[in-house]
């Protein structure tokens, strides 16, 4: 579905005074708040849509409102979903909601709805982006990298290249290690018959993407040695460290 934003800026020019570099670097100044306010109409917009939708059963076809308005059914002690879609529209929520951006952080107002089934308040707009339902102040981001590194790259490394350490191994190693750090203590490159590289994206706090790399190397005898992991790190610094 295509849509416009209509964008007005108004500017103050030092006639006679100002020079390119000036103008670059104020419009460098207003880029992240200018990506802020289009971020948020793009979101209030498609929340507008998204009521619509939910709440004109008579007009759309329920093909329209495909991947939306999932929520967990009233009272269900299992967190089990409920199948109603539609909803009744009831406002805004009082608080806006706060979402941290690679622009910044948003405040965003967010619909809140009636489920007619079962009669559930929540947010549709949340859901649909996939956002989780409980604000949670910090997450566990170690917790979550582990998750992300076992599930995903040392999986994939490890299948099929016959590396004799087991899961729980690859957990400690991780765990076990500060884990936005470089290891500390040093290897000795010798034994080493091979070094390997991989990243991964991870989520971080309030779905903003993250990047996980871990470099290990292999022994003569085939055994992993860890050599560091780094968050957010470019590759000609781990190269550097490493
Ligand atoms: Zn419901």
Not at 120 to 147: C, D
Request: glycine share 10%.
């Amino acid at each position: 579905m295509e849509q416009e934003i209509h964008i007005t800026l108004r500017f103050d020019l030092a006639i006679g005074k100002v020079n390119l570099n000036e103008i670059v670097y104020r419009l460098n100044q207003i880029q992240n708040p200018l990506m802020l306010e289009i971020l948020k109409t793009i979101l209030m917009g498609y929340d507008d849509i998204i009521s619509e939708r939910l709440s004109r059963t008579d007009i759309y076809p329920s093909k329209a409102r495909k991947g939306l308005g999932r929520h967990i059914r009233k009272g269900d002690s299992e967190n089990r979903l409920c199948r109603g879609r539609k909803i009744l529209k009831k406002g805004y929520r009082e608080k806006p909601r706060q979402i941290s951006t690679v622009f910044g952080k948003l405040d965003l107002r967010l619909r809140r709805v009636e489920c007619c089934t079962c009669g559930a308040r929540y947010s549709p707009l949340l859901t649909a982006l996939q956002v989780g339902r409980y604000a949670r102040k910090e997450m566990n981001f170690e917790h979550e990298i582990v998750e992300a590194v076992i599930d995903t790259n040392y999986r994939r490394l490890i299948d099929g290249r016959s590396i004799d350490i087991s899961l729980g191994g690859i957990h400690n190693i991780v765990v076990g290690s500060d884990i936005d750090k470089t290891f500390q203590e040093p290897v000795s490159t010798e034994d080493l018959s091979a070094i390997l590289a991989d990243g991964t994206g991870v989520k971080q706090y309030e779905g903003r993407k993250g990047e996980l790399r871990a470099v290990i190397g292999i022994t003569n005898k085939g055994r992993v040695e860890p050599l560091g992991s780094f968050t957010n790190t470019e590759w000609e610094e781990i190269e550097g460290t490493i």
